[in-house]
């Protein structure tokens, strides 16, 4: 029985040990691939909104206060518990709404938050010539009620003079 358990102790270090080496590498090549790609003449730059910031400083603050609330309830410290799960809540609560604000911050995510007036609006990257991407184009598109209904006035004059 105690030999078994050893046994078991060992291998359960053993595959600890191989998934944290893999997941070593894996980090380790998707840092490369990053900065390899970011020497492309292709590679779009793009700024990460502030909103993006500060969820990720909340959500480790809450894994902080998520500890702290397990460590007091291993010390039978219960109103200690509620005060520290209360402030995980508010700070997730935080978490979510700053990742809503950081992505309808950005054109590229805004379609998938929200509607303006039935309009959805998306940044659409442009490839030249040699299909490297350059330009990039604004465009809206219109979502009517009713999807058989006759296009509105100004699509028909355009449509009967060629535009």
Same mark, same amino acid.
């Given at each position: ?35 390899i ?29 998520f ?13 200690? #518990? ?6 995980? &809540? !508010?700070?997730?609560?935080?978490? =979510?709404?700053? /990742? ?39 465009? #809206?598109?219109?979502?009517?009620r009713?999807? &058989? !209904?006759?296009?509105?006035?100004? =699509?028909?004059? /355009? ?5």
């Open positions: 029985m105690e030999l078994e358990k050893k046994v078991k102790e060992r291998t359960y270090k053993q595959m600890l040990l191989v998934s944290m080496i893999s997941m070593t590498m894996m980090f380790a090549g998707l840092t490369s691939a990053y900065v790609s970011t020497k492309r003449e292709d590679w779009v730059n793009f700024e990460i909104p502030q909103a993006f910031y500060i969820s990720t400083i909340l959500i480790l603050l809450g894994s902080l206060t500890y702290l609330s397990k460590r007091a309830i291993s010390n039978d410290k219960h109103s200690q #518990t509620t005060v520290w799960l209360s402030v995980t &809540l !508010a700070l997730g609560l935080g978490f =979510v709404f700053f /990742q809503l604000e950081g992505f309808s911050s950005t054109d590229r995510f805004r379609p998938l938050l929200y509607r303006r007036k039935k309009q959805y609006r998306h940044l659409i990257p442009l490839r030249d010539h040699n299909g490297a991407y350059g330009t990039h184009v604004r465009r #809206t598109y219109r979502i009517d009713n999807p &058989l !209904a006759t296009p509105s006035s100004k =699509v028909q004059q /355009q449509q009967q003079t060629g535009a």
